[in-house]
């Protein structure tokens, strides 16, 4: 049983590495431990698969190296994996700030995958435990089957209840590549008792500008009942370090609202001149903490001053994050200083590459860790057929 490639993991980068690869002449395994393919793209963007954005460029990515990512991403684009969305006429639509999604299923995008594998040969061992890989005379020997070239495609430890585990890190010890240390990523924070009276607010959602680890994101940020979560959050989460605060603008122009309010409603109280503009549980809670204790009307320039100044940096110091179970990504992994931007293969092993969630590369929310596991799969596959083709 020999190939000219193994690829480990059937989600997105390893479907897309084995049916470039394929399609190009390589005889093409792909082995993956689940009962199906692409787990984690059928429960994406609620089931119909954000599966890329059209502002992805190499800046909307974090990595040790920020460089890294550009050759793979300039080389197959969003538009790349958009013209094979619509030659399988798969319907889109655009949602905000570039996110495009299925207009069905998440279902749908697996399929193309599966059809473009299928067109290529690409074998298919699913609810297989890859077991030991042994490695000599120029072949890798998983599962009993052998190949010049494996893949590393299992992602990393996010979601684990989908199965994901740390398989590849595992995989990177065996062969010297050393890691970035992983860290959850797109991941809802945890605020601790100081902070209950947001936490009771759980379900409350409202646009915001949070800001984190030198960063700042425009979107939605929400209220749980363990802490901080929404989009917004989201994003601000994979640049964030434990110990640094998170800070909410919840009320641009806060200073001249207030003093708007002061003017038109003397009589009333903080919580009701703010729940003019935010959820009124929201506004509750703010009050709560601010304290200003006057009417509007008696507030003093200072005090609004004072007011304005929690609305537009309301800080937080969240106790940590909720982990990989709830992390939609897992930020850090393979050290790309290892690898070829251009291969994806390992400088010191040659015939083994890792692509997507496996390495250093870690896209912002809206579709961004797809487009890479598209780019750094088709990257490895073009390299593994060029590879087959000068033997």
Known sequence: ???????????????????????????????????????????????????????????????????????????YTQWDFLALIERHRIAWHEKTLGQLFCDGSARQVVAMLMAECAAGGVGVRLSTTPGPIEHGDGLFRVAGAAAPNLVIATGGPSIPKMGATGLAYDIAAQFGLPLVTPRPALVPMTLGEGDAAFRDIAGVSCPAVARAGGVAFEEAALFTHRGLSGPSILQVSSYWSPGQPVSLNLLPGAAGLLRDARRRMPRTQLKSALAEHLPRRLADALAARIALATEMGNASDADLDRVAGVLTDLTFHPTGTEGYAKAEVTAG??????????????????????????VDVTGWLGGYNFQWAWSSGVAAGQAIAARRAGA
């Open 333 to 358: 992994g393979i050290d790309t200083a290892v690898l070829s931007s251009r291969t994806m293969e390992a400088r010191s092993v040659p015939g083994l590459y890792a692509i997507g969630e496996a």
């Open 1 to 75: 049983m020999n190939y000219d490639a193994i690829i480990l993991g059937a989600g997105g980068a390893g479907l897309m590495a084995a049916a470039t690869a394929g399609q190009a002449g390589a005889r093409v395994l792909v082995i993956d431990h689940a009962d199906r393919p692409g787990k984690k793209i059928l429960i994406s963007g609620g089931g119909r698969c954000n599966f890329t954005n059209t502002g992805t460029e190499a800046d909307r990515f974090l990595s040790d190296n920020p460089h890294f990512a550009k050759s793979a991403l300039s080389r």
